[in-house]
């Protein structure tokens, strides 16, 4: 992988990322409350499901 997809990567990551708070920004902040609510260890599990997924997908589309 060259420098230029994992720029591409990241630039797509922030538009994905700024979609939901710019199409419904009154949602945005109620659902962010709701995770500011959420205990390290649900936090902590959402985000490990999250890289696997992840690296699942990564392992699953790599030539």
Do not use: H, Y
């Not at 720029?7 to 990322?17: H, K, P, Q, R, T």
């Amino acid at each position: 992988m060259d420098s230029d997809t994992l720029w591409m990567a990241l630039a797509l990551v922030l538009v994905i990322e700024g979609l939901f708070p710019f199409i419904s920004p009154a949602n945005w902040r109620r659902t962010f409350a709701q995770l500011l609510q959420l205990s390290d260890g649900q936090i902590r599990t959402f985000a490990m499901a999250s890289i696997s997924v992840g690296l699942l997908l990564i392992w699953m589309l790599a030539p």
